[in-house]
């Protein structure tokens, strides 16, 4: 039976597994039309699987009478859906969403409060269930993941098509919940796959259809394109990726700085990413409570640059780079905001931790009070693979070269040797406001950062 298994053209039955005839629309064992075929059917080993409305799915697995309800997980402070199910989808709610806007779309939707310990739990069970088919999984976040298959079909005795579908079968049978997964050559690719065609999902996108089938695209499809850089490229006439295609790096690169070389490599459907299983659980922070509290942007920044400055150091010391940068602000009244931002590749540059904790700071700018700020990366990982020079402009390896010389500086005369415009004379470097608040490596892990 194994033999004809490997004749993509035949294909299988995602409920059965068994291996289909060609031109057949239905399983001939069991009837089922969700028949998988394509022409690098057995060749591809990159997938990225990403349960279905996680939340609400778990829940309604816990109360089966929400069964053919919409189910909308959310409300609490902010008042913002989190998750919604598919039957609320349908309706018209969306994550996100104000809670008021989401009712109104659809009033019969049961709400329930997040139960982040029951997911976490049950995460780590499908993270569980996926390290068994692979040591190459690099989690994304509590539901999703990407998987490398490439070397495992000995040891299950099948291509990777078909131990994914075996896995979303058994994560529908011994979890009780869907997933989709995206088959490709390469992680972008896997990843746009995965969110084809939700819930239950299996697409497959094949290194020789890559290019034509990314043409007709919009640009948002892009990791990185949010619609912020959408409307840049909109006013230059670009809304197809189509039309990057036809456009050169360096061109791209004049334009849109580092983005240009994402958009260049990306729009061509290449993506030397890895999957790496090596995220490590720590993430390494500092942070500082003031002797006052402080509402203004310019008060802040200079703090900021300061620690991160010195997560930078840290980082540097223990040879770590990190994927996420975390940004922790305590308010006047107590209340902890933290905000997270994924890198495309980890860093372990004061400059990428600054920019990008500063970017996180100017939206939590609205007249609140703070008392203490920190900032810290998580996600972390040798830090060989941080900031590659080829997904980072000339200029910010350039500022990258430039840090190098001035830790250089700083280890021979000492910390304050070499001040950035930001921090010079304002008395913020390194020191925190009070002995004992300050930082140790905050521990947790990515997987339960939701
Ligand atoms: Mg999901």
């Not at 299988?12 to 629309?25: E, I, N, W, Y």
């Not at 997938?47 to 996680?54: E, K, L, M, P, R």
């Not at 079909?153 to 869907?178: C, D, N, W, Y």
């Not at 860093?347 to 009070?369: Q, S, Y």
């Amino acid at each position: 039976m194994r033999a004809a298994v490997n004749h993509p053209d035949h294909g299988f039955c995602r409920d059965c597994l068994t291996p289909q005839q060609s031109g057949v629309r239905r399983c001939a064992h069991c009837g089922s039309p969700r028949l998988v075929r394509h022409p690098e059917l057995y060749k591809l080993h990159l997938a990225h699987i990403d349960c279905d409305a996680f939340y609400a799915a778990v829940e309604k697995r816990d109360n089966p009478s929400l069964k053919d309800k919409p189910v909308i997980i959310g409300g609490g402070k902010r008042g913002v859906v989190s998750t919604a199910c598919y039957i609320a989808r349908i309706n018209g709610v969306r994550s996100a969403m104000p809670m008021f806007k989401a009712l109104e779309a659809c009033p019969e939707a049961v709400v329930i409060k997040p139960n982040m310990e029951k997911y976490a739990r049950v995460g780590r069970e499908v993270r569980a269930m996926m390290q068994a088919l692979t040591p190459l999984v690099e989690p994304i976040s509590i539901d999703e993941a990407f998987l490398d298959l490439a070397g495992t079909e000995r040891l299950h005795g099948m291509p990777p098509a078909l131990v994914l579908a075996r896995f979303s079968q058994a994560l529908e049978k011994e979890v009780g919940i869907t997933a989709s997964v995206g088959l490709s050559y390469c992680k972008f690719l896997a990843k746009v796959a995965s969110d084809f065609r939700k819930p239950r999902g299996f697409s497959i996108i094949g290194e020789a259809e890559a290019t034509g089938f990314l043409a007709e695209q919009p640009v948002t499809l892009i990791w990185g394109v949010g619609r912020a850089f959408a409307s840049v490229l909109e006013r230059d006439g670009i809304r197809l990726i189509g039309q990057l295609q036809k456009m050169d790096q360096a061109e791209l690169m004049r334009r849109y700085g580092s983005m240009g070389s994402r958009l260049y490599h990306l729009s061509r459907g290449q993506d030397e990413r890895v999957v790496s299983a090596d995220r490590d659980s720590k993430s390494v922070s500092a942070e500082t409570t003031f002797d006052m509290d402080h509402s203004q942007l310019d008060d802040l920044v200079p703090v900021l640059r300061a620690l991160s400055e010195k997560v930078s150091a840290r980082l540097k010391k223990a040879s770590l780079a990190g994927r996420t940068v975390v940004l922790k602000l305590k308010s006047s009244d107590f209340r902890i905001r933290t905000r997270n931002r994924q890198l495309g590749d980890p860093t372990r540059l004061a400059d990428r931790i600054f920019t990008t904790g500063l970017e996180l700071l100017r939206k939590e700018i609205d007249g609140t009070r703070y008392r203490l700020l920190g900032i810290g990366v998580a996600d972390l990982c040798d830090s060989g693979k941080a900031d590659p020079p080829d997904l980072v402009d000339t200029l910010s390896h350039k500022r990258a070269l430039a840090e190098g010389a001035m830790d250089a500086l700083r280890d021979k005369f000492g910390r304050s040797a070499v001040e950035t415009g930001y921090t010079f004379g304002k008395g913020h470097r390194g020191k925190p406001a009070r002995p004992g608040e300050e930082d140790e490596p905050e521990v947790r892990h990515p997987w339960e950062r939701i």
